[in-house]
């Protein structure tokens, strides 16, 4: 069991006149090696869900659970919480600094204090596994591409070798090519480590062809939790909330209005095309 949040509540401004609530009694049961899309419109809750999970937001009530034991307890190491549950951050510039880009991919594993050697191995190590050109290793990453300072972030925290990696918003402003290419990384690395990835979003685009389940936040409560072939069958709910399902969804949808048979569950290019192929072979 990797992390269990259990009647999770969360108020900013307690006991101000400026007082309100960003989670309200939330219940998760996040299992090793799952891939979870969660998704949620501006205000939902997400940034400030994820950021309890690793120990930077303590809750107002409620507790987390990081392998049984309670975070919040005293005597917890919150140092040990971070290695094992890497947070990245929507923008990297937010958690770049260093003069070149192997320098700030040290940093993790350095502070957990690891001799130089394990360092810089740990460093190349995780700047391969993102796929960065080992000729910007020593460029400022203040001077990289959005995409390219995405794959930095990842790796800096990829070299503290988390049991559960956290992203949020990792798309946010890149170009659909920059789009697809960071999303595969980040599938590419879920199968290839066998490790439980978290990928928070505003758009169920970004997550329909990759997840294996969805957490949908609605006004600081957990609106849906289920498979996304069970959350896009309510596209209905989901439009009122402020979202929308994928447009495979709606296509899928339009095709059986219009009196073809096809399967509205499916949520990817791939099995819509299959489906669509199918219905046409019967006409």
């Known amino acids: 069991m990797s992390i269990v949040l259990s009647h999770v509540n969360h108020i900013y401004d307690e006991d101000t006149a400026m007082a309100h609530p960003a989670l309200i009694d939330v219940n998760i049961d996040i299992q090793d090696g799952e891939f ?28 987390i659970f990081f392998d049984g034991k309670d975070i919040g307890e005293q ?9 094992n549950v890497g947070l990245v951050f929507q923008y990297p510039e937010h958690q770049l600094f260093e003069s070149d880009c192997f320098k700030d991919v040290c940093f993790g594993p350095r502070n957990l204090g690891l001799p130089q050697k394990e360092v810089e191995l740990r460093a190349f190590e995780a700047l391969s596994q993102v796929g960065f050109d080992p000729n910007y290793f020593y460029q400022s990453p203040f001077d990289l591409s959005g995409g390219q300072k995405r794959r930095v972030a990842i790796a800096g925290v990829l070299a503290m070798k988390p049991r559960v990696l ?7 402003g890149l170009d659909p090519k920059g789009r697809e290419d960071i999303l595969g990384l980040i599938s590419s690395l879920h199968k290839e480590m ?26 600081g ?6 498979p996304p072939k069970e959350v896009f069958s309510h596209y209905k ?21 219009a009196g073809f048979d096809v399967d509205t569950s499916v949520t990817t290019l791939q099995e819509a095309k299959e489906e669509i192929l199918k219905a046409l072979s019967k006409c």
Do not use: W
């Not at 066998?194 to 990928?199: A, G, H, W």
């Open 75 to 83: 005597g917890f190491n919150k140092k040990t919480l971070r290695a």
């Open 194 to 219: 066998k490790i439980t990835v978290i990928l928070v979003s505003h758009s169920m685009e970004d997550v329909a062809d990759y997840v294996d389940r969805i957490i949908v936040m609605n006004k």
């Open 237 to 257: 709910e989901l439009e009122e909330i402020g979202l929308a399902a994928p447009q495979v969804t709606y296509c899928m949808q339009d095709l059986a209005t």
């Open 166 to 172: 956290i992203l949020d918003e990792p798309t946010a």
């Open 221 to 226: 409560r957990v609106a849906f939790d289920a």
């Open 36 to 63: 979870i899309g969660l998704i949620g419109h501006t205000g939902s809750g997400k940034s400030t869900l994820i950021q309890h999970m690793n120990g930077l937001i303590e809750p107002t009530s409620g507790h």
